[in-house]
């Protein structure tokens, strides 16, 4: 089953609809209660509404946001970078 999230005020919330929205995915967001209830019991419900999901989040974990190696590698440069930089800090970018 999908991740459904329900935005909220609370940070869980907020943080697996930020994913979510990254991940290209923000129709398994709700704004409310009611809407996380409805948007659950739709998926639960709907063989074919569940099976689009399930293909869209398949596609999605292609993305760079699931590709896990690359971002290391991308924080392991960044963090040279300002090693390389402790003595006199300064803004820089870390090619992708």
Known sequence: MPLV????????GRVAASLLAAAGLPELIAEDRSGFEALAVKL????KALAAVRDKV??????????T???????????????????KPEGFDVDA
Not at 44 to 47: E, I, M, R, V, Y
Not at 69 to 87: D, F, K, N, S, V
């Open 44 to 47: 639960a419900s709907d063989p």
């Open 58 to 67: 398949a596609a999605a974990r292609k993305s760079a946001l699931f590709d």
């Open 5 to 12: 999230t329900c935005r909220g005020s609370a940070f869980a």
């Open 69 to 87: 190696a690359r971002t290391t590698r991308l924080i392991e440069a960044a963090y040279q970078g300002m090693w390389e930089r402790r003595e």
